[in-house]
């Protein structure tokens, strides 16, 4: 079995188990010993970070830590890099980087991560921030519903009535 390969199956296996202390010693591990440590490793890492035991802000911090080193090599992304990434954004309540994702992500992950990210604003009521990412979206069916009901949640948040009545009778 080819080293690189099997790296991305054991971190992978370590998100499935919640094994996330483990993915890290891991990704330490091969990063040492020099491997190709390619954005499929790193999504199945940063997804073992954000196991249910741990305290939410933490583990998307630890997450995002992972994404910027990724990211800093200027390596090729795979969509689920982007999707976990902006997952453990979610996860943690992390808006702002989620935004920050949003503006690199590749055609290929947009609409999930678009989601993602509307639904982070809409949870902790960034309700102008959602409006301008609906306006956005373009995404069809059950994703523009999903999309239309996040932000409207976050306008309720805020009661911004006004708001939230003119997006329901689009």
């Known amino acids: 079995v080819n080293p690189d390969r099997a790296l991305g199956l054991v971190l992978r296996a370590c998100r499935r188990f919640g094994a ?3 993915a890290l010693q891991f990704l330490d591990l ?5 491997l190709s440590v390619d954005s499929w490793a790193y999504a199945g890492a940063m997804g073992a970070c954000l196991e249910p035991s741990r305290s ?3 583990a998307a911090e630890d997450a995002m830590t992972l994404y910027r080193e990724f990211t800093s090599t200027g390596a090729p ?3 689920g890099f982007w999707i976990t990434a902006a997952c453990a954004c979610e996860e943690g309540l992390l808006w702002e980087n989620a935004i920050e994702i949003l503006s690199s992500t590749p055609p290929s992950a ?4 678009h989601l993602s990210v509307l639904r982070t604003c809409a949870q902790v009521a960034q309700w102008q ?4 990412l609906l306006g956005a979206f373009t995404g069809d069916g059950v994703s523009l519903m999903t999309a239309y009901c996040a932000t409207i949640m976050a306008c309720q948040c805020e009661e911004c009535w006004e708001q939230a009545t003119s997006l329901l009778e689009e």
């Open 20 to 22: 996330w202390a483990a």
């Open 30 to 34: 091969a990063r040492n010993e020099a």
């Open 56 to 58: 939410r802000i933490t």
């Open 77 to 79: 992304t795979g969509w």
């Open 110 to 113: 947009m609409e999930k991560v």
């Open 129 to 132: 921030k959602a409006v301008e």
